[in-house]
T-cell receptor, first 113, second 116 residues
Framework: DADVTQTPRNRITKTGKRIMLECSQTKGHDRMYWYRQDPGLGLRLIYYSFDVKDINKGEISDGYSVSRQAQAKFSLSLESAIPNQTALYFC????????????FGEGSRLTVL | AQSVSQHNHHVILSEAASLELGCNYS??????LFWYVQYPGQHLQLLLKYFSGDPLVKGIKGFEAEFIKSKFSFNLRKPSVQWSDTAEYFCAVSSYSGGGADGLTFGKGTHLIIQP
């Protein structure tokens, strides 16, 4: 079983719909992250969380929100999806006060029509 | 803000050719550096990492990278590539605040295609 699990793995939705991507981890890591990947743009940080009460905006947080329901769970929401949010989304974890190495989930591919 | 520059966006090589992918970063302080690989349809996996010590680091599958502080570079190399090395390669650097690493800043990636 994967240490970092994302659901759904694939989702097609329509403009204006609310979408939630979920991430859970069994690694016991404190820090969790949401990145989006677009062809030619690499990975860009959307939000990150150091613990349940600590949520931080990343480089491209507009149009997204997050919830850290527990140490092991970190959800990403698109309140009103738009086509340019079509992308591959990755959840990742890391250990506090260490070197920054990230451990990635398998990705959630979102298509907004 | 930190930035990471990967010089080659697309690279096509024949099997057994040597590989070098360039990576430069902008941060002038202490850095931790990473190369991740993404095989088609898969998530990112760590190839290798540099934290301190010997600037030549060895990773999985025969890859290595050299940290040259004076050049702000961390180039990835492999002496002889295989068809199975076809993948997207990302260079990344740690971002830091007072409480430790905030995550990684990634380059835009290099799409490597190995022809049989």
């Amino acid at each position: 079983d994967a240490d970092v699990t994302q659901t759904p793995r694939n989702r097609i939705t329509k403009t204006g719909k609310r979408i939630m991507l979920e991430c859970s981890q069994t690694k016991g890591h404190d820090r969790m992250y949401w990145y989006r990947q677009d062809p030619g743009l690499g990975l860009r940080l959307i939000y990150y969380s150091f613990d349940v009460k600590d949520i931080n905006k990343g480089e491209i947080s507009d149009g997204y929100s997050v919830s850290r329901q527990a140490q092991a769970k970190f959800s990403l929401s698109l309140e009103s999806a738009i086509p340019n949010q079509t992308a591959l989304y990755f959840c990742a974890t890391s250990v506090e006060r260490q070197n920054g190495e990230l451990f990635f989930g398998e990705g959630s591919r979102l298509t907004v029509l | 803000a930190q930035s990471v520059s990967q010089h080659n966006h697309h690279v096509i090589l024949s099997e057994a050719a040597s590989l070098e992918l360039g990576c430069n970063y902008s941060y002038g302080g202490t850095v931790n550096l990473f190369w991740y690989v993404q095989y088609p349809g898969q998530h990112l996996q760590l190839l290798l990492k540099y934290f301190s010590g010997d600037p030549l680091v060895k990773g999985i599958k025969g890859f290595e990278a050299e940290f040259i502080k004076s050049k702000f570079s961390f180039n990835l190399r492999k002496p002889s590539v295989q068809w199975s090395d076809t993948a997207e390669y990302f260079c990344a650097v740690s971002s830091y605040s007072g409480g430790g690493a905030d995550g990684l800043t990634f380059g835009k990636g290099t799409h490597l295609i190995i022809q049989p």
